[in-house]
């Protein structure tokens, strides 16, 4: 079982940043891809970006490229999702999902999920 709680949503005008975190407890973080996930009000959950094990290859939405980075500290058990240049239509929940796939990219579906954070960005 894997838990996890992310954090570091909010209000921010066009153009700001803003990084979340996700926090995981339980066993072996690291044997986990990791990935954010963002739905917006009306519409269906979409892949935003996704990390590896150790955290040196990443896969990003195209909507999201060049914006956003995705990271992940293992010692720390917490994958971080950076954006910046923000744009309302990144309005939405954020979501941390861990995938216990054994390749990338992952051939399975993520299995754990956090709760969500809102990101709100004002024009």
């Known amino acids: 079982q894997v838990q996890l709680v992310e954090s570091g949503g909010g209000l921010v005008q066009t153009g700001g940043s803003l990084r979340l975190s996700c926090a995981a407890s339980?066993?072996?973080?690291?044997?986990?891809?990791m990935g954010w996930f963002r739905q917006a009000p009306g519409k269906e959950r979409e892949f935003v970006a996704a990390?590896?094990?150790?955290?040196?290859?990443?896969s990003a939405a195209d909507s999201v490229k060049g914006r956003f980075s995705i990271s992940r500290d293992n010692a720390k058990n917490t994958v971080y999702l950076r954006m910046d240049d923000l744009k309302p239509e990144d309005t939405a929940v954020y979501y941390c999902?861990?995938?216990?796939?054994?390749?990338?990219?992952?051939?399975?579906?993520?299995?754990?999920w956090g709760q969500g954070t809102q990101v709100t960005v004002s024009s």
């Open positions: 999902a861990a995938n216990p796939s054994m390749s990338w990219p992952p051939s399975r579906s993520y299995t754990y």
């Open positions: 339980g066993r072996s973080f690291g044997s986990y891809i």
């Open positions: 990390i590896n094990w150790s955290g040196d290859i990443a």
